[in-house]
């Protein structure tokens, strides 16, 4: 928990939290109790093929650079919670990496961490960091 809380995608709370909501509606699979608004089919096919891709990735090369941490590929349950993870505190590489994931979780939490990271950088240039 203390290594957690910086901007690089791991952040330990967030990550069991997600665990948590995904488990209101039994078991831990990736997909928790989704609002009215949201379609089961948006949310399968955007998880689905970011999880499908991150694994091909993996399987074609098991020490890869992933665009995420590859401990998402072990399953559909870890993939939404480390996606979770970035998606509060990674925002950019997620949106990056797989934007429709990034969207699904934009509309799950019913906000935009990315705009709030964009807006950090455009006021306090010490939190753009060089690619």
């Known amino acids: ?8 995608g791991y952040n330990l709370v967030i990550h069991e939290l997600a665990h948590k909501l995904d488990m209101l509606n039994g078991d831990a699979n990736g997909l928790p109790p989704l609002h009215r608004s949201m ?5 399968a096919g955007a998880m689905q093929g970011a999880y499908d891709a991150l694994n091909d990735a ?4 098991p020490d890869a650079q992933t665009p995420i941490d590859p401990y998402a ?3 559909p349950a870890e993939f939404f919670a480390v996606t979770s993870e970035y998606f509060f505190s990674a925002p950019d590489l997620l949106q990056e990496a ?8 934009a509309a799950f939490y019913r906000q935009d961490p990315l705009a709030r990271l964009e ?4 006021e306090h240039p010490q939190y753009v960091e060089p690619r």
């Open 39 to 43: 379609r089961i089919g948006d949310w």
């Open 73 to 75: 590929a072990e399953n």
């Open 58 to 61: 993996l399987d074609a090369d």
């Open 119 to 122: 807006r950090l950088q455009q």
């Open 98 to 105: 797989f934007p429709e994931v990034y969207a699904q979780l």
């Open 1 to 8: 928990v203390q290594q957690s809380g910086g901007w690089e």
